[in-house]
């Protein structure tokens, strides 16, 4: 599987969505405003393995909160799905379980 996949998820038009397994299922979260998502009001924190953003327009941007580093963050694009266990991270290993903060722009 790749790391980018099209839609054809639970992740309707007009909202990005995380999902807590790299294989776009499992637990879900939706969103269709634009904002700063934080996930630890959501029990959600260091739980995503993967993401779709099916809105309309305008990318999504992960971020993961570091201390004394600067935060790694990663912007993904309208129309698609991620296996974040395959994308690079930062500071070593791969994206998978380390977002804590979703921004739709």
């Given at each position: 599987m790749s790391a980018f996949r099209r839609s054809?998820?639970?992740?309707?038009?007009?909202y990005?969505?995380?999902?807590?397994t790299t294989t776009y299922s499992g637990r879900t979260l939706k969103w269709s405003a634009?904002?700063?998502?934080?996930?630890?009001?959501?029990?959600?924190r260091d739980k995503a393995g993967s993401?779709?953003?099916n809105r309309w327009s305008n990318g999504i941007?992960?971020?993961?909160?570091r201390?004394?580093?600067i935060d790694p963050w990663v912007k993904w694009?309208?129309?698609g799905c991620w296996n974040m266990a395959k994308k690079s991270y930062l500071y070593g290993g791969n994206w998978n379980n380390r977002t804590d903060?979703?921004?739709?722009?």
């Amino acid at each position: 599987m790749s790391a980018f996949r099209r839609s054809g998820t639970d992740c309707t038009g007009g909202y990005a969505c995380l999902f807590d397994t790299t294989t776009y299922s499992g637990r879900t979260l939706k969103w269709s405003a634009s904002g700063v998502k934080k996930l630890a009001g959501v029990s959600f924190r260091d739980k995503a393995g993967s993401t779709c953003n099916n809105r309309w327009s305008n990318g999504i941007e992960t971020v993961d909160y570091r201390t004394g580093m600067i935060d790694p963050w990663v912007k993904w694009l309208v129309g698609g799905c991620w296996n974040m266990a395959k994308k690079s991270y930062l500071y070593g290993g791969n994206w998978n379980n380390r977002t804590d903060q979703l921004e739709l722009l």
